[in-house]
């Protein structure tokens, strides 16, 4: 019986369809190993982002600190009176007068820390609120929202609050004029990273 001979094309077919198939493996490869790659690179960007706000948040809980002190000197504390809050008080980290502020409203003393526990001489170390366990350490300044000091004056400081009226068609009576405090508080954290918190307050006197 004679024997059938194939053309060399088609002997060589298998081994052609063979390197293909190689072929098709590695870029499958490769794409599964740039997946691989991103999702652990997607991973780790959340983990950081999750540990970020985890720290953001843990300021803002040690700034209100600084806010729930500040707010006490301004009603029960040292600066309960309208006549205590005429003139400046480093000892109460107060000012008596609006401070000159940056274009987001912190207090320039606030920003330049070389001596952060006295702020320019704005502040009192005592005041300071740190934790030696998280590295975490809290200022606070108080400003009334006036351009002198002295006596409160509706013209010349922020107010809140109208003149009390009397009549039948004006209403229940409204209290006096108040004035604005500001309050700012830095909290500095580890790396030497820190975050602003601001408030404003209003006394009855």
Not at 55 to 75: I, P, V, Y
Not at 132 to 146: N, Q, T
Not at 156 to 171: A, P, W
Request: glycine residues 8%; proline residues 7%; positive net charge.
């Amino acid at each position: 019986m004679r024997p059938l001979l194939f053309p060399e094309r088609l002997r060589r077919g298998p081994r052609r369809q063979r390197g293909v198939i190689m072929v098709i493996a590695l870029i499958t490869l490769a794409v599964l190993l740039i997946g691989a790659a991103a999702a652990m690179r997607s991973m780790n960007v959340t983990l950081a982002s999750v540990g970020y706000f985890g720290f953001k948040r843990d300021m803002t809980n040690q700034a209100e600190l600084g806010l729930r002190r500040a707010t006490t000197a301004l009603s029960t504390g040292a600066l309960a009176t309208a006549a205590s809050r005429t003139a400046d008080a480093a000892g109460q980290n107060y000012s008596a007068t609006l401070l000159q502020s940056d274009a987001s409203g912190i207090p320039l003393v606030m920003l330049d820390m070389t001596n952060p526990d006295t702020m320019g001489g704005k502040g009192s170390a005592s005041n300071a609120i740190k934790s030696s366990a998280d590295g975490i350490a809290v200022h606070y300044l108080i400003d009334r929202v006036c351009f002198y000091p002295g006596a409160f004056d509706p013209v010349t400081c922020q107010k809140r609050g109208n003149f009390i009226q009397f009549g039948s068609d004006e209403g229940p009576p409204r209290p006096p004029p108040q004035p604005t405090y500001r309050i700012t508080v830095r909290v500095t954290g580890p790396n030497n990273a820190y975050s602003f918190y601001q408030s404003t307050f209003t006394t009855l006197d």
